[in-house]
């Protein structure tokens, strides 16, 4: 081992000491983050547009909620059968792509047993989906909470069939994430449910948008209640318009959304900020090609990437 003089251990403790001073530009730069879209907001598209538009943009990953107007992904032609499937995912692989997310439109808060049982068979069909293709999320809905019915007993119905659909996903890769949706948008009513429901197979989607529109609770009042059950985010902005919600590009809008990313990204979330663009049932907002690129580039610009 070659000798270590006294001097140049000094002057290399010296150097390590007022490290701290050295100029910002010299910081680490922030971490990059884990950018995808869902295909609501690309319903014209097909899978291989999706892919290379998705590679092309700086995204990493997919959330599928319907392809080419399909909304029951167990039909489309990606995943009809085992060889299509590894087709697809090997499609993915080479653009380095994940999905992240299937959108079920299962609603969890319907009593009667028959329309209960085709909502809930819906979601296992999409969980034993998302273990074939290595997608780690199923998303479902609250979703209302009917002024006919004693609101104790739908919320007791949504905590019921979250934890069924998690027990379903027992054994596989795959957590079930109730959506902050409809009428299940208020931070005390989405804790209660997920005090009861949360386990290692469920979870919560932040839809900061869909919450804040309707409750005007500051994220940082609502990332506090639940933050230990928020697995995947939904982002998007809007203005009001003569009364009435319009989607505009990110920071274009009125939402509070980039504090409620800052709590995401300073408090230890390793999830995806996924976009959703609801293009498919709102075709008079900005098409695809504009929105998910902006997109992409200004969530970039706000990490300092």
Known sequence: MKNFSRRKFLKTTGMLMAAPLVPASFEIKKKKPLLAFSTLGCPDWNFKKITDFALQNNYNGIELRGLLHEMDLTKCPEFSSAQHIAS??????????AFVDLGSSTNLHISDVKERTKNLNEAKSFIELAQKINCPYVRVFPNQIPKDQDKNE???????????LGDYAKGSNVSVLMETHGDLVWSD?????????????????????????????PPEEVYKKLKRYIRHAHIKDLKMVDGKEHYV???????PIFTAIDLLSKG???GYYSFEWEKLWHPEIADPEIAIADYSKVMLEHFGQ
């Open 88 to 97: 697809t995912l090997s499609l993915m692989k080479d653009k380095n792509l």
């Open 154 to 164: 739908t919320m007791d119905l949504i905590t019921k069939g979250l934890l069924e």
């Open 189 to 217: 009513d989405l804790q209660q449910i997920m005090v009861s429901a949360f386990n290692e197979h469920t979870g919560l989607v932040w839809d900061i948008t869909n919450m804040w529109s309707v409750t005007k609770e």
């Open 249 to 255: 590009l990110l920071g274009q809008g009125e939402v």
């Open 268 to 270: 230890g979330y390793k």
